[in-house]
T-cell receptor, first 114, second 114 residues
């Protein structure tokens, strides 16, 4: 596709439920990032993939959060036992190779936990 | 600890006036520096970036920024603001060896008066 695509654009879920957020990066981009943006804050790094492997998952807040990228393209961020504090906009970005190259961001998924 | 500070949470300028948004960073390695803009409901768009070389960098939409290592700053400027520049602006820092992971400031919201 022309840009980074994230689905769904909005997700409302009940506390305790499981959710999956999908990111479709720009074709050919090997690096993929997930960020979380809470209201009034800047994006906060969660995890970085280079190809299929998670090269840096130091930003994942706890073991309820998990992400995969099995074929080195589409990635899914998975949140178990959601809590109200997980409510935020989840942003995905991709770049041609990571490192010092520009990252292109999707429009995000707004997650609301009620 | 690595951090980015944007001291101004909200700035209001008159259309046609000049603009400077401040950004200070704390980073152990040689930094890569970025400015992103986010309009309501939109993803993050890259305005400009600094990797090395000339410390004054030009970006899109008439923006420029100057890297000052001695002050650990990377302030964004525009000589004449347009109403369409109203948005949230984020400064971000990364480094070689960090895989493209970015640390973002909390953002500066820009309002433009007619």
């Amino acid at each position: 596709g022309a840009g980074v695509s994230q689905t769904p654009s909005n997700k409302v879920t009940e506390k305790g439920k499981y959710v999956e957020l999908r990111c479709d990066p720009i074709s050919g981009h090997t690096a993929l990032y997930w960020y979380r943006q809470s209201l009034g804050q800047g994006p906060e790094f969660l995890i970085y993939f280079q190809g299929t492997g998670a090269a840096d998952d130091s930003g994942l807040p706890n073991d309820r959060f998990f992400a995969v990228r099995p074929e080195g393209s589409v990635s899914t961020l998975k949140i178990q036992r959601t809590e109200r504090g997980d409510s935020a906009v989840y942003l995905c970005a991709s770049s041609p190779s990571g490192g010092g190259t520009e990252a292109f961001f999707g429009q995000g998924t707004r997650l609301t936990v009620v | 600890a690595q951090s980015v500070t944007q001291p101004d949470i909200h700035i209001t300028v008159s259309e046609g006036a000049s603009l400077e948004l401040r950004c200070n960073y704390s980073y152990g390695a040689t930094p890569y520096l970025f400015w992103y803009v986010q309009s309501p409901g939109q993803g993050l768009q890259l305005l400009l970036k600094y990797f090395s070389g000339d410390t004054l960098v030009q970006g899109i939409k008439g923006f420029e920024a100057e890297f000052k290592r001695s002050q650990s700053s990377f302030n964004l400027r525009k000589p004449s603001v347009h109403w369409s520049d109203a948005a949230e602006y984020f400064c971000a820092v990364g480094a070689l060896g960090q895989g493209g992971k970015l640390i973002f400031g909390q953002g500066t919201e820009l309002s433009v008066k007619p």
